[in-house]
């Protein structure tokens, strides 16, 4: 199945600077194929003006269209404060129209999220799972548990281990803080009960203590954005597109990971047996995965069986119809009065013999 290509170039070069016109070609891409634009032609889309925009504006906005294509304000960037004032054109030789197309591009403008990326990549995984046979995955096996060193010591020194927080600035300068930080955000989500912005930071202030110690909601806002600026937390949103609270990032959950410490290592190792059971628990998941894809395989082979037989019910039909109007002597007759009529009709121009 091909997909749609869109080629972003400027005005003129008073656009150079950080914010780069080509990061807007996947959204465009998207939107394109989710409209049902699929087919391998060669989109153009020019950057007309730079415009503010504020953080809950949506990616992609279809504002209007003149003849020859679509005006579009396209947010490159989650964190982007500008948008692009963008005309889409149409491609030479496809026959599209630009009302046809401003309506498709419209309906389906809000199918664009600020995760879109994120969802394309997964869609790419599963694409490439579903044409790769079988016999060529490779199922990664997880490392064997080593055995665990028990220090109950630590559970009763978690409080000793706070730093403390006189103030809440410069939190991403202490290494200590900062992960202490993100201890505490973890904890909180794995509650997952908050339903909004202010629950969130409610609880992360109860959780670590701050609220004893005077700090106000606004500097624990101010900490979170920070977090999310330095990619060490990622906004967590509902179906309505609503702030309900923080994830960790792969970066933050790095660095907790490098901060633990690392349990002593025996002078003397034994050798390891294998075992089956845990090999097994290890594929449980990626089986898992590879039993979904196939089911999904399953029901779009039904699903086109479904949509022949109904192809082959109609022609059927159709044929039944054909037979009845040749068969029917009423039919006949209206069809021979026609062709009289019509057949000694003089043509124009020509000349009548007496």
């Known amino acids: 199945m091909s997909t749609a290509s869109v080629k972003v170039f400027t005005a003129g070069d008073h656009f150079a600077g950080d914010e780069k016109p080509a990061e807007s070609q996947e959204l465009l891409e998207t939107l394109l194929n989710r409209a049902g634009y699929t087919k391998g032609y060669e989109w153009e889309c020019r950057v007309d003006k730079l415009k503010h925009c504020s953080s809950e504006s949506r990616p992609v906005r279809v504002v209007g269209y ?85 220090e109950p010591v630590v559970e009763n020194n978690r409080e000793e281990c706070r730093p403390e927080f006189k103030t809440l600035q410069a939190v991403l300068k202490n290494g200590d803080k900062l992960r ?11 509650f997952d009960f908050c339903r909004n912005k202010l629950q969130f930071v409610e609880t992360l202030k109860h959780e670590c203590k701050w609220d004893k ?9 101010r900490v979170l954005t920070e977090l999310v600026k330095f990619d060490y937390l990622m906004e967590t949103v509902n179906d309505r597109d609503k702030l309900i609270g923080y994830s960790l990032t792969q970066k933050a959950l790095s660095f907790i990971v490098e ?35 196939a089911n999904k395989i399953a029901a779009n082979n039904a699903e086109r069986a479904e949509l022949l037989r109904k192809v082959a019910q109609i022609d059927s039909e159709n044929e039944d119809l054909s037979k009845i109007m040749g068969q029917n002597k009423e039919c006949k007759e209206v069809l021979n009065k026609l062709s009289a009529i019509i057949a000694p009709l003089p043509l124009q121009g020509a000349r009548c013999s007496d």
Do not use: W
Request: glycine content about 4%; proline content about 7%; cysteine-free.
């Open 66 to 150: 003149k003849n020859y294509g679509v005006m579009l304000r396209v947010k490159p960037n989650v964190h982007s404060t500008i948008d692009y004032q963008m005309t889409l054109y149409i491609p030479q030789g496809s026959g599209y129209s630009a009302k046809n197309l401003f309506e498709q591009l419209k309906a389906n403008e809000k199918s664009v999220s600020r995760f879109i990326r994120q969802q394309n990549h997964e869609e790419k995984r599963e694409e490439k799972l579903k044409e790769e046979p079988m016999e060529n995955v490779i199922i990664p096996l997880a490392p064997f548990p080593k055995p665990v060193v028990e």
């Open 180 to 190: 202490y930080v993100l201890q505490k955000i973890k904890v909180v989500n794995a």
């Open 213 to 221: 110690e005077g700090h106000s909601k606004s500097a624990v806002g």
């Open 259 to 293: 901060a633990l410490p690392t349990p002593p290592v025996a002078a003397k190792k034994e050798e390891e047996k294998i075992d089956i059971s845990v090999i097994l628990i290890n594929m449980r998941d990626k089986l898992r995965e590879l039993s979904d894809v």
